[in-house]
């Protein structure tokens, strides 16, 4: 067995692949999360296959589990990495796109998805009509729970409380610091808004 073999590092190199299949595609950029999180999982899963097929032809399910469903894995790690750039949609708000790049959340949706990954490499039904409808449902609570306005609207009404003095809070470090960065952005887009009229 090859070291590549033993660190899975081909089932890590299967992830930018995946990626750069979805970039490739001119109108991805303006897919709502629901669309590019299952695109991205479908290409995906076709070069997982074709690797764990590559490394054991007989059981590639058990070579994809071997190799890269473990937590530590390279193709988890890479994974975690990459879903954050998946998760830059149109419909994903600033604050949930936040929270989707912390590591407990981008492990969880990573799991998932290796966990889709093995169901799919294992389903004996006709064309994978089981494991591609689990995907399907699974993949549409994730994008739901990931572009839901409910952060952002928690967000909104916790500055508004702290700005209109209902919750004292502003003195604290964390706070004074949110309020700087959420007015240096603010500054940055209006210089740019600024600059575009003015090379327009």
């Not at 299949?21 to 070069?47: C, G, K, N, V």
């Not at 290796?114 to 993949?139: H, K, W």
């Amino acid at each position: 067995m090859t070291t590549s073999r033993r660190t899975g590092t081909a089932f890590a190199d299967a992830v930018p692949t995946a990626r750069e299949q979805l970039e490739s595609i001119p109108e991805a950029a303006d897919w709502p999360l629901s669309e590019r999180l299952s695109a991205f999982f479908f290409i995906l899963l076709d070069a997982v296959e074709e690797v764990a097929t590559s490394e054991d032809a007989d059981t590639p399910s058990g070579a994809f589990r071997r190799e890269a469903s473990g937590w530590f894995s390279p193709f988890q790690d890479k994974l975690r990495e990459t879903l954050p750039v998946i998760g830059a949609s149109s419909d994903v708000s600033g604050v949930n796109r936040w929270l989707a790049e912390l590591a407990p959340n981008r492990a969880v949706v990573a799991e998932t998805m290796v966990q889709l990954i093995q169901a799919s490499l294992e389903d004996d039904s006709n064309e994978r009509e089981r494991s591609t409808a689990l995907a399907d449902r699974v993949l549409t609570v994730l994008s739901s729970v990931w572009s839901t306005p409910i952060p952002s609207q928690v967000v909104d009404v916790l500055r508004y409380s702290i700005e209109a003095g209902y919750l004292p809070l502003d003195r604290l470090p964390i706070i004074q610091s949110w309020f700087d960065t959420d007015e240096s952005q603010a500054s940055d887009e209006d210089n740019s808004e600024e600059g575009d009229k003015d090379g327009n």
